[in-house]
Nanobody, 118 residues
Framework: QVQLVESGGGLVQPGGSLRLSCAAS????????MGWYRQAPGKQRELVAS???????NYADSVKGRFTISRDNAKNTVYLQMNSLKPEDTAVYYCNVDGRATMGRHYWGQGTQVTVSS
């Protein structure tokens, strides 16, 4: 059974930093794209950042230059380093594995709350 477990969310002041981690178990995802999405209250879920198996990254315009996505295939883990956080970054952050090519579906974590407030 595939599980994605996120950690690292919390409350931080504007300008602060957080690092999110997502550990996958139940299957190897070294060849699958991985990413982070977020959903703020009253808004649709949106892509924050993604990374291919080869390390090619893609970012939402709103986080470029502030967030960095990375992955450790040996640990089956994807990370999101978030710097210079803003109140508008407040949302529930979800880890995603695009398993469509290998397993026919996406996989999602349970979500971790990030709140940016003074």
């Amino acid at each position: 059974q595939v599980q994605l477990v996120e950690s690292g969310g919390g409350l931080v002041q504007p300008g602060g930093s957080l690092r999110l981690s997502c550990a996958a178990s139940g299957s190897r995802f070294s060849i699958n794209p991985m990413g982070w999405y977020r959903q703020a209250p009253g808004k649709q879920r949106e892509l924050v950042a993604s990374i291919t198996s080869g390390g090619r990254t893609n970012y939402a315009d709103s986080v470029k230059g502030r967030f960095t996505i990375s992955r450790d295939n040996a640990k089956n883990t994807v990370y999101l380093q978030m710097n210079s956080l803003k109140p508008e970054d407040t949302a529930v952050y979800y880890c995603n594995v695009d398993g469509r090519a290998t397993m026919g579906r996406h996989y999602w974590g349970q979500g971790t709350q990030v709140t940016v407030s003074s």
